[in-house]
């Protein structure tokens, strides 16, 4: 089992819909997750960071966390075609170093 | 904040050379570094984890006599790849954690074309 899965997608969604993406983990233990948006060609970016459970919201995007189930989420309400990427999910596990997943490319059409 | 920096940007060498890229936390001090690959269409390959004073931690399957490390400063690691060859083609990618957080926040990248 992977330590961190995501689909790799396309997800497709009109212009002004919200885009909702999906992780989940395998270690319990994990302490802090995170949300890098990726642009072809580019290094990731980091969007988001959610350390406890529940929801935060930056802008149009809210982070989803639920240590009780492992699953981690990322809304992008009234996405943009601009917000076309691959979003990769990571996580602490208590190491120094960030677990990846393979991350889920997005496509917003106009 | 949090800006890293890394150069050059795009390099492209003959097969046999050595070429080096570098890899800088501009408003920050960075203790740990980590040094990461990617190949067209495909994840992240984490290769390294650079402390500042000692010794990179490699992953496993990343030749540590190929890839030299060096993090002898706060804000400043060094990736060298030595003897490189077209199958080391790839876009090579440093991040750096703040002290006493989580975030890794990622350089621009580097992408080498070994002929």
């Known amino acids: 089992q992977k330590e961190v899965e995501q689909n790799s997608g396309p997800l497709s969604v009109p212009e002004g819909a919200i885009a909702s993406l999906n992780c989940t983990y395998s270690?319990?233990?994990?302490?802090?997750f995170f949300w890098y948006r990726q642009y072809s060609g580019k290094s990731p970016e980091l969007i988001m960071s959610?350390?406890?459970?529940g929801d935060k919201e930056d802008g149009r995007f809210t982070a989803q966390l639920n240590k009780a189930s492992q699953y981690v989420s990322l809304l992008i309400r009234d996405s943009q075609p601009s917000d076309s990427a691959t979003y990769l999910c990571a996580v602490n596990t208590g190491f120094q170093k960030l677990v990846f997943g393979t991350g889920t490319r997005l496509l917003v059409s106009p | 904040g949090a800006v890293v920096s890394q150069h050059p940007s795009r390099v492209i060498c003959k097969s046999g050379t050595s070429v080096k890229i570098e890899c800088r936390s501009l408003?920050?001090?960075?203790?740990?570094m980590f040094w990461y690959r990617q190949f067209p269409k495909k994840s992240l390959m984490l290769m390294a984890t650079?402390?500042?004073?000692?010794?990179?931690?490699?992953e496993q399957g990343v030749e540590k006599d190929k890839f030299l490390i060096n993090h002898a400063s706060l804000t400043l690691s060094t990736l060298t790849v030595t003897s490189a060859h077209p199958e080391d083609s790839s876009f090579y990618i440093c991040?750096?954690?703040?002290?006493?957080?989580?975030?890794?926040?990622f350089g621009p990248g580097t992408r080498l074309t070994v002929l």
């Open positions: 270690d319990r233990g994990s302490q802090s």
């Open positions: 408003d920050f001090q960075a203790t740990t």
């Open positions: 650079s402390n500042e004073g000692s010794k990179a931690t490699y």
């Open positions: 991040s750096a954690r703040v002290l006493g957080r989580d975030e890794q926040f």
């Open positions: 959610i350390y406890s459970n």
